[in-house]
């Protein structure tokens, strides 16, 4: 019908959408403060996101380089058996001697 037709353009048209009153306009501030709002929510939300990010990308870090340090110490650890090996080495005049030929010195050669 041509009336309902009517109501449907009026409740489109720009006139309709606009504040009519004090509660109009307060329901309309309120919506604004409410998107702005959610902007702030939105902003901190990427931000807490980006210290995250961050946050691991640290402790990855922090991981390798512990990695990193334990490699070290293991090498440290064997540089230091080797030399203990090479420190406590028996010199030959200790070892224990071939056996020599009857009525000879221990040691003699023959």
Sequence with gaps: SARSATQRSDRTSPVFAQPHGPREEGLVLQAGQADAGAANMGAATAGLEVAGATAADSA???????????????????????????????????APSAPSAPGAPPGAMT
């Design 60 to 94: 990855a870090s922090g991981a390798l380089a512990a990695h990193a340090a334990d490699d070290y110490a293991s090498d440290i650890l064997a540089i230091a058996s080797d030399l203990n090996a090479a420190l406590t080495w028996t010199p030959l005049s200790s």
